[in-house]
């Protein structure tokens, strides 16, 4: 009789026998679970909310872009009220790109910048739409209800709940390694 490895005997653990970790990593099999980060990974929601986050922080970077290009070429009159504004756009539109990757790590204050970019975004698609500028007002439109609607979706905003330091369970309730 030949003895075994120790890589292959099983390990119990409740009720139900787990293989042991194998030497590359996860004990995992491929496909499920967590990433190669160690995360879990996003749900089909959680990527489309983090899309439309991301969306709407590159669309406030460019426009700070734009302005910044614009008070240079015509010579703003007031500097301070030009980088004010410049300064606006480019740290909101920051943050936003930040709540877009807090999203995919599913980190609880992920949620309040989505929500709050989403809202800001109705009204200025709805005023882009009286001015006979559809092209611009409804795609802030749909953009802002979507991101409202996956960020206050329990299926989806309710995922976002991790904080720094704490490990994350995967959505099948499996605690991480």
Same mark, same amino acid.
């Given at each position: 009789?030949?003895?075994?490895?120790?890589? $292959?005997?099983?390990?119990? $653990?409740?009720?139900?026998?787990?293989?042991?970790?194998?030497?590359?990593?996860? $004990?995992?099999?491929?496909?499920? *679970?967590?990433?190669?980060?160690?995360?879990?990974?996003?749900?089909?929601?959680?990527?489309?909310?983090?899309?439309?986050?991301? =969306?709407?922080?590159?669309?406030?970077?460019?426009?700070?872009?734009?302005?910044?290009?614009?008070?240079i070429a015509d010579g703003a009159g007031n500097p301070l009220f030009w980088a004010f504004l410049i300064a606006l756009f480019l740290l909101y539109g920051?943050?936003?790109?930040?709540?877009?990757?807090?999203?995919?790590?599913?980190?609880?204050?992920?949620?309040?910048?989505?929500?709050?970019?989403? =809202?800001?975004?109705?009204?200025?698609?709805?005023?882009?739409? *009286?001015?006979?500028?559809?092209?611009?007002?409804?795609?802030?439109?749909?953009?802002?209800?979507?991101?409202?609607?996956?960020? =206050?979706?329990?299926?989806?905003?309710?995922?976002?709940? *991790?904080?720094?330091?704490?490990?994350?369970?995967?959505?099948?309730?499996?605690?991480? $390694?």
């Amino acid at each position: 009789m030949k003895p075994r490895s120790k890589a $292959s005997k099983t390990v119990p $653990s409740g009720d139900a026998v787990v293989p042991p970790p194998s030497p590359g990593g996860s $004990s995992r099999p491929a496909g499920t *679970g967590s990433s190669s980060t160690g995360l879990p990974r996003p749900t089909r929601g959680l990527l489309a909310l983090a899309a439309c986050v991301a =969306l709407e922080g590159l669309a406030l970077v460019g426009v700070g872009a734009v302005v910044l290009v614009d008070a240079i070429a015509d010579g703003a009159g007031n500097p301070l009220f030009w980088a004010f504004l410049i300064a606006l756009f480019l740290l909101y539109g920051g943050v936003l790109l930040a709540a877009a990757r807090a999203v995919l790590r599913r980190r609880r204050w992920a949620r309040a910048p989505a929500v709050l970019s989403s =809202l800001l975004a109705l009204p200025v698609g709805w005023d882009a739409m *009286g001015q006979d500028e559809a092209w611009l007002g409804v795609p802030v439109l749909v953009l802002g209800v979507l991101g409202l609607v996956l960020a =206050l979706a329990p299926g989806v905003g309710g995922l976002l709940t *991790g904080e720094r330091g704490v490990p994350q369970a995967d959505p099948g309730g499996t605690p991480p $390694s």
